[in-house]
């Protein structure tokens, strides 16, 4: 791998500094705080894909769409789940192009069949899929290669050669090599714990709840309209919910959708009432309804 300050084989390369980093993801709605500015930078200046870990719901996925606004680079997205394979995640033949020309070639003679092999899986018949299509990309790409802690363990060695060497094997054709280095972002919800091999190739990024400050401003820059006095009372609501023994505590994107609905009921002020008529936005279960409700001094008859 080149040196860091050789590389330049990236849409992340163009980041100056981590504060540029944050100015630019704030540009476009995206608040970071420190050490996600500073993750990201590394990531593009050292080429190296970027492993965020953390709960679902705290920005992980939009950090990624947040870059590809960013940069303009092409967003590229592989949505991780048990039981995905190399067909879905890599590339595959298409049989069924590939049955119909050794059909329409079925009187060939004997020499011609070598050739015809050789046709057959050429690049014509290849169907390339997210991590093949951003190595081959011409362009700038963002890959984002989401959830992969969903993968089965096997199955995480698809990875282990496109994220070390950015290159694909296919055993017809030779080693495809990346014409631009996409910046890659995989994302966790640490739903279990990733392999070394994995975690080797990547930089680390730990992205939790935030604080009540950046999710005041992270409210405030989601949505336009609400006063500072409202995003901040919302979002101490919020940090005091998730203070409960809750079974889902409430992420950042249902934070944003609380506000939202919020605005709807025409709030300046959080209303006891209009806030228990929210809930259903913010908490996904009954027992968790029912629980903040009481926190909020809202016992139901």
Not at 256 to 263: E, H, K, P, S
Not at 276 to 286: F, I, M, R
Request: glycine content about 6%; overall charge negative; aromatic content about 6%.
């Amino acid at each position: 791998m080149p040196a860091a300050d050789e590389y330049d084989g990236s849409a992340g390369h163009r980041f100056t500094t981590p504060l540029d980093v944050a100015d630019r993801l704030a540009a476009v709605g995206y608040i970071a705080d420190p050490q996600i500015s500073g993750a990201v930078f590394l990531s593009g200046r050292l080429g190296k894909p970027l492993l965020a870990e953390g709960p679902a719901g705290t920005g992980k996925t939009e950090l990624a769409k947040a870059l590809s606004r960013v940069t303009g680079a092409r967003l590229i997205r592989l949505q991780c789940y048990e039981g995905l394979d190399e067909s879905k995640a890599l590339y595959e033949w298409d049989y069924r192009k590939q049955l119909l020309r050794i059909h329409a070639s079925r009187d060939a003679a004997a020499e011609q069949w070598q050739a015809l092999e050789r046709d057959i899986f050429s690049e014509e018949y290849l169907l390339a899929r997210p991590l093949l299509e951003a190595i081959r990309s011409e362009d700038d790409v963002v890959l984002l290669i989401d959830e992969v802690d969903r993968l089965d363990i096997e199955t995480e060695a698809l990875l282990l050669e496109v994220l070390s060497d950015f290159q694909v094997s296919i055993p017809e054709l030779g080693t495809v090599s990346a014409r631009r280095r996409p910046l890659v972002l995989l994302t966790s919800n640490n739903s279990r714990e990733l392999s070394d091999a994995l975690k080797r190739r990547c930089l680390f990024l730990h992205i939790g709840y935030p604080g009540a400050e950046r999710e005041r401003e992270i409210v405030r820059s989601a949505v336009p309209g609400i006063s500072e006095h409202l995003a901040t009372q919302l979002t101490q609501v919020v940090l005091s919910l998730r203070g409960l023994q809750l079974k889902k505590k409430p992420s950042v994107s249902e934070t944003i959708d609380w506000a939202r609905a919020l605005l709807l009921f025409e709030s300046s002020e959080l209303d006891p009432a209009d806030v228990v008529a929210a809930l259903p936005v913010l908490l996904k279960h009954q027992s968790d309804i029912e629980l903040a409700t009481r926190e909020l001094g809202r016992v139901p008859s």
